[in-house]
């Protein structure tokens, strides 16, 4: 179940290679995202010292939480092999490319953040990728209109 997207990402950026990876949660911060009260969009990942941390990501307080309820936009860890870092790593110090959350769901229990791999676009791909849209949306209508 997708409790919160990063629908910003795929506007700004061309999504080249995909990740699943858990976080190091504290408290009630699970209680509070799968109540949705979570927000990714101006978050960004980074890697330092071979290990990866989600940035600005903002989880609001669990209202029925202690006085001990973490920082909501504290910096998270990410779970994920060496191997894996060092992929993303490879990639990140080529210009253009940066590591950005795309959607936090639950798989089996257990809270799930999908990063992926990005590439900026310009604003010349933008405008690109909205008319493809529009001429798609255009598509359908007409096909639907038809039958």
């Given at each position: ?5 990063n ?52 989880i ?10 973490p ?23 080529q210009e ?42 255009q598509i359908?209508?007409a ?5």
């Amino acid at each position: 179940m997708v409790l919160a997207r990063n629908k910003k990402a795929f506007h700004d950026y061309f999504i080249e290679d995909r990740l699943e990876v858990g976080m190091e949660l504290i408290g009630s911060e699970v209680k509070s995202i799968k109540a949705g009260k979570v927000s990714i969009k101006e978050s960004f990942v980074r890697i330092i010292k071979d290990e990866m941390f989600v940035m600005n990501m903002n989880i609001t307080p669990w209202e029925y939480g202690s006085v001990y309820n973490p920082d909501e936009s504290r910096v998270r860890k990410l779970l994920l092999h060496k191997r894996e870092i060092k992929k993303f790593h490879e990639k990140v110090k080529q210009e253009g490319y940066t590591i950005l959350p795309l959607s936090i769901y639950t798989k089996g229990g257990l809270v799930k953040m999908e990063i992926a791999l990005g590439k900026g676009k310009k604003n010349y791909d933008k405008r690109q990728s909205m008319a493809k849209k529009d001429q798609q949306r255009q598509i359908d209508r007409a096909m639907k209109e038809r039958h």
